[in-house]
C-alpha cells in the first residue's frame, strides 16, 4: 500500500539554526500538506500546496517557513531561524484531490523536530 | 467558539462495550468531514470519512448532523487495539487545509 515518508524521523538543532523536513509523498497525489502538533495539543495546519505552490497558509506559517518541490517526488518544509517554540511533532499529508471532494489526506510518520 | 470541539475524556471501556464520541464543529460551510485515530506520539491515521447519510464500516459508524453542526463515531464491540485517541476533523478552507479537533481518547480494558 502507498504511504506518505518523512525523514528524519527526529531532528535536534539549536536555537537559530535551519532545518529542512523532507517529505515524499504518495506518487499519484497532487495536493500536499503540512501540519504540526506541539506535545499534548492538537495538529495544526500551516500550508497547502497545489501545482508548484502555496494554495494556502495558515498564522504559523510566517517568513520563517517556506516550502518547495525541488523534484518530482520529494516536498520539503525549512525553517530558517529555528525558535524553542517550533519543538514539534511536524506531518506532511498528500490527497488526490482536495477534501472539498470528499477525498481524503493521507499522513507521513512525522518528523519530531527538538529545538534546544 | 472553538472550531472543532471534542470531548477529551478518557473514555475506559471495557472490551466488547459499545462507545459513541461526538463532535462538533463551528464553521457551516464545511463540506467534509473525517474521523482520524491517533496513536501515542503516531501520525493520524484515516479512520473513515463521514457522509451526511451516514456511514458503516464493520464495527464502526459515522452519523452526520448537518443542521446541528454535529459528527459522531459509534465503535461496538470494541478491542483493545481501539485504544487510541479519536480525532474529530474537518474540511477548512478551499484549498483542504484540515481542521482537527483535540481528540478524545479511549483505553479499552481485558
Known amino acids: 500500500e502507498p504511504e506518505v515518508t518523512q525523514t528524519p524521523s527526529h531532528q535536534v538543532t539549536q536555537m537559530g539554526q535551519e532545518v529542512i523536513l523532507r517529505c515524499v509523498p504518495i506518487?499519484?497525489?497532487?495536493?500536499f500538506y503540512w501540519y504540526r502538533q506541539i506535545l499534548g495539543q492538537k495538529v495544526e495546519f500551516l500550508v497547502s500546496f497545489y501545482n508548484n505552490e502555496i494554495s494556502e497558509k495558515s498564522e504559523i506559517f510566517d517568513d520563517q517557513f517556506s516550502v518547495e518541490r525541488p523534484d518530482g517526488s520529494n516536498f520539503t518544509l525549512k525553517i530558517r531561524s529555528t525558535k524553542l517554540e517550533d519543538s514539534a511533532m511536524y506531518f506532511c499529508?498528500?490527497?488526490?484531490?482536495?477534501?472539498?471532494?470528499?477525498?481524503?489526506?493521507?499522513f507521513g510518520p512525522g518528523t519530531r523536530l527538538t529545538v534546544t | 467558539r472553538k472550531e472543532v470541539e471534542q470531548d477529551p475524556g478518557p473514555f475506559n471501556v471495557p472490551e466488547g462495550a459499545t462507545v459513541a464520541f461526538n463532535c462538533t464543529y463551528s464553521n457551516s460551510a464545511s463540506q467534509s468531514f473525517f474521523w482520524y485515530r491517533q496513536d501515542c506520539r503516531k501520525e493520524p491515521k484515516l479512520l473513515m470519512s463521514?457522509?451526511?447519510s451516514g456511514n458503516e464500516d464493520g464495527r464502526f459508524t459515522a452519523q452526520l448532523n448537518r443542521a446541528s453542526q454535529y459528527i459522531s463515531l459509534l465503535i461496538r464491540d470494541s478491542k483493545l487495539s481501539d485504544s487510541a485517541t479519536y480525532l474529530c476533523?474537518?474540511?477548512?478552507?478551499?484549498?483542504?487545509?484540515?481542521?482537527f479537533g483535540k481528540g478524545t481518547k479511549l483505553s479499552v480494558k481485558p
Open positions: 499529508a498528500s490527497s488526490e484531490v482536495p477534501p472539498g471532494l470528499s477525498y481524503e489526506q493521507y
Open positions: 506518487s499519484n497525489h497532487l495536493y
Open positions: 476533523v474537518v474540511h477548512g478552507g478551499s484549498q483542504g487545509n484540515l481542521i
Open positions: 463521514v457522509y451526511s
